[in-house]
């Protein structure tokens, strides 16, 4: 660690990993309800568990990336954070307004929260991932220009690498598409229309931005390709991921009582949205092949090349499975569109936060890498965390082909409810391959209280 | 000055480069025109070279996939039947994650030939 403000980034990091043990608690109990719909009825219901599932899932994504952003910033503008105590604040009021509003949605009726926080003022909650109150998001909004203010003023008066600027605007753009959040207009097509500004810009638009900063980073840590190289790459993968993503936008305009050219557009656009995602594939395993150092932190190499693989995996291919307007005529809203949003989540921004995190702890806490027993132990739950989100994955997609066949495809459909019914055994195989998915995580937070021979900074 | 030596071995790295693009091509987006051109590269290759070996490796992979993902699903279709539902959760899922696994392995035999070595082998001298 060169600078003593990056160590900032070790409060994000343990908050993010906290956040994450809670999201997936509560997966298992969602899985479950799936399953046996009383379980936990009436202290947490289905809907409310679901919500504190998503909402953990994005709030310790954006401490992985505030995080991931304090460590390499400073780092690449060779100069300290500009205003450390500002990220250590900003930190605690993220941390408890964070905390409050999931105890919020666990402790009081969905409505009354709603009536506390005073949502008639300014109404902005009861859409999806968007449940906050809307003191809440204000929150966030301060949380994120403090931030932008924190890490812009470090970049820009400090050295400016392609690393630093791409981060710097896939912040910038995390920061401005969450405006949208604010936008709730009555008519629901125009609802669903700016809802998803946020939400599909997001994940196929800025964040691709700051997951390929992050990713060039390690890489370059850790092989000693030249940055030139990776300079270049970056350039092509950010300039595809906007030029598909901003139109792709259109593939969630097919059935919302949007005009018909968005099936055209929609499809066509989203149908090239792989492209950045297996350039990254391609990038991170060129880079990797042709390393000029064996660094001795083998679990960051594994996150970094399992990024990139699954990231294409869930993104890209099982994106594009559904992503075509006839084909998506089918698969709307089915258990198609979880299986992707699983493997998409988990691949590009879970892993690629993992992947920050399992190269820089080491080092602010004092050494290059893990000793080989952690190392070990880490390797093993990115196998058991990934390949049980593959099965997630398989199962959920099975699911769905079913659903879609049964209820949607066939001569005489069969209702909502019946086809749930003949699909539950996907659902018990999900909920298992979800238990293993936790003891991946168990794994995953022994590896970094494993002793064993220090591996020093040279 | 480069000695012949250099360029060849450029040169040898640019067909094996061309020839993995191809494989890679004929598995993705352009299937058959890419296994034309995978074709047409090969009979510029010659035996003992770089390039042979991953028009060769191009030529296994694209095989092999084909055979795995066509014949298996048309396996699981015969023996499941057009018509049942189960048919298509198997095909579908087996031919969506297999096929991937199958572009995985031909972009890493890509990076490989950009590097001039072979899949697993680094024989850069
Ligand atoms: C890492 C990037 C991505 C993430 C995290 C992600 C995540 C998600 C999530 C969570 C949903 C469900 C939204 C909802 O209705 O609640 C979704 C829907 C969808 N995604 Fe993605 N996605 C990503 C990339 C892609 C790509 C690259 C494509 C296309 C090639 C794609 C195609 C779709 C489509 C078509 C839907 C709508 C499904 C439906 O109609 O129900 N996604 N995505
Ligand atoms: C890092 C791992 C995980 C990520 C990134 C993740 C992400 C998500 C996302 C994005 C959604 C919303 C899906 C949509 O709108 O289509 C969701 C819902 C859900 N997740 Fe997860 N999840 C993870 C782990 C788990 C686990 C381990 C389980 C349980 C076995 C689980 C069970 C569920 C269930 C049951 C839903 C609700 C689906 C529905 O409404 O039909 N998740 N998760
Ligand atoms: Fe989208």
Same mark, same amino acid.
Not at chain 1, 234 to 250: D, E, K, Q, S, V
Not at chain 1, 393 to 400: Q, R
């Given at each position: 660690m060169k600078y003593q403000s990056q160590s900032i980034a070790k409060l994000y990091f343990i908050a993010a990993i906290g956040l994450f043990v809670g999201q997936i608690l509560f997966g298992v109990i969602l899985g479950l309800q799936y399953v046996m719909g009383d379980f936990l009825f009436p202290e947490i219901p289905f809907n409310v568990a679901r919500m504190v599932h998503t909402n953990l899932l994005i709030v310790w994504l954006l401490f992985g990336f505030m995080g991931s952003a304090y460590y390499l910033v400073p780092e690449e503008a060779e100069r300290e954070l500009y205003a450390p105590w500002l990220a250590k604040l900003m930190f605690w009021i993220f941390l408890v307004a964070g905390a409050l509003t999931i105890l919020g949605y666990l402790l009081v009726p969905y409505a009354t929260l709603a009536e506390i926080t005073m949502n008639d003022l300014l109404p902005t909650m009861g859409r999806e991932f968007l449940e906050q109150p809307t003191i809440t998001k204000i929150g966030i909004v301060i949380v994120a220009l403090s931030f932008l203010f924190n890490i812009g003023m470090t970049i820009l008066s400090g050295r400016k690498t392609v690393i630093n600027l791409v981060m710097l605007t896939g912040m910038t753009g995390l920061a401005v598409f969450f405006l949208f959040s604010f936008y709730n207009p009555d008519n629901l097509v125009l609802d669903k229309y700016f809802w998803w500004f946020v939400v599909h810009l997001w994940v196929e638009g800025v964040w691709e931005l700051i997951m390929a900063s992050i990713l060039a980073y390690v890489l370059i840590?850790?092989?000693?390709? /030249?940055?030139?190289?990776?300079?270049?790459?970056?350039? =092509?993968?950010?300039?595809?991921?906007?030029?598909?993503?901003?139109?792709?936008?259109?593939?969630?305009?097919?059935?919302?009582?949007?005009?018909? +050219?968005?099936?055209?557009?929609?499809? #066509?656009? %989203?149908?090239?949205?792989?492209?950045?995602?297996?350039?990254?594939?391609?990038?991170?395993?060129?880079?990797?092949?042709?390393?000029?150092?064996?660094?001795?932190?083998?679990?960051?190499?594994?996150?970094?090349?399992?990024?990139?693989?699954?990231?294409?995996?869930?993104?890209?291919?099982?994106?594009?499975?559904?992503?075509?307007?006839?084909?998506? +005529? +089918?698969?709307?809203?089915?258990?198609?569109?979880?299986?992707?949003?699983?493997?998409?989540? !988990?691949?590009? !921004?879970?892993? $690629?936060?993992?992947?920050?995190?399992? +190269? %820089?702890?080491?080092?602010?806490?004092?050494?290059?890498?893990?000793?080989?027993?952690?190392?070990?132990?880490?390797?093993? %739950?990115?196998?058991?965390?990934?390949?049980?989100?593959?099965?997630?994955?398989?199962?959920?997609?099975?699911?769905? =082909?079913?659903?879609?066949?049964?209820?949607?495809?066939?001569? /005489?459909?069969?209702?909502?409810?019946?086809?749930?019914?003949?699909?539950?055994?996907?659902?018990?195989?999900?909920? #298992?391959?979800?238990?293993?998915?936790?003891?991946?995580?168990?794994?995953?937070?022994? %590896?970094?209280? #494993?002793?064993?021979?220090? $591996?020093?900074?040279? | 000055m480069k000695s012949d030596k250099t360029t060849d071995k450029e040169l040898q790295i640019q067909l094996a480069s061309n020839a993995a693009l191809a494989s890679l091509i004929n598995l993705t987006i352009l299937p058959i025109i890419g296994f034309i051109a995978l074709i047409w590269i090969y009979r510029k290759t010659q035996a003992g070279t770089i390039a042979r070996y991953h028009a060769v490796l191009g030529f296994k992979i694209n095989i092999v996939a084909a055979a795995v993902l066509f014949l298996v699903s048309a396996l699981m279709i015969l023996f499941g039947g057009f018509n049942s539902p189960w048919t298509w959760v198997y095909v579908i899922t087996y031919f969506t994650l297999v096929h991937t696994l199958f572009i995985v392995l031909a972009v890493w035999a890509l990076v490989r030939a950009w590097s001039g070595d072979t899949l697993l082998n680094s024989n850069s001298s």
């Open positions: 840590k850790i092989t000693g390709v /030249d940055r030139e190289v990776i300079e270049k790459w970056l350039y =092509i993968i950010i300039a595809m991921a906007l030029i598909t993503g901003l139109i792709g936008t259109g593939h969630h305009f097919f059935w919302i009582g949007t005009p018909g +050219y968005w099936q055209w557009l929609g499809s #066509v656009f %989203s149908a090239l949205e792989p492209i950045p995602f297996f350039m990254m594939t391609l990038f991170a395993f060129n880079v990797v092949n042709k390393r000029r150092r064996d660094h001795p932190n083998k679990a960051a190499t594994l996150w970094a090349l399992g990024t990139a693989v699954m990231a294409f995996l869930g993104a890209g291919v099982w994106g594009f499975l559904h992503t075509l307007a006839p084909v998506n +005529y +089918y698969t709307h809203g089915t258990q198609i569109t979880a299986a992707h949003g699983h493997m998409a989540f !988990y691949g590009a !921004y879970v892993m $690629v936060v993992l992947t920050m995190i399992s +190269y %820089s702890m080491p080092i602010m806490r004092g050494q290059k890498a893990g000793n080989d027993r952690a190392q070990i132990v880490e390797m093993w %739950s990115f196998w058991l965390m990934t390949v049980s989100m593959v099965f997630i994955t398989l199962f959920l997609t099975g699911a769905g =082909i079913l659903q879609v066949y049964l209820q949607r495809y066939s001569e /005489d459909p069969m209702t909502f409810m019946v086809t749930q019914d003949k699909i539950e055994v996907f659902y018990w195989m999900r909920e #298992v391959a979800g238990l293993v998915f936790l003891a991946g995580l168990g794994a995953y937070i022994t %590896s970094f209280f #494993v002793k064993g021979e220090e $591996v020093k900074i040279a | -």
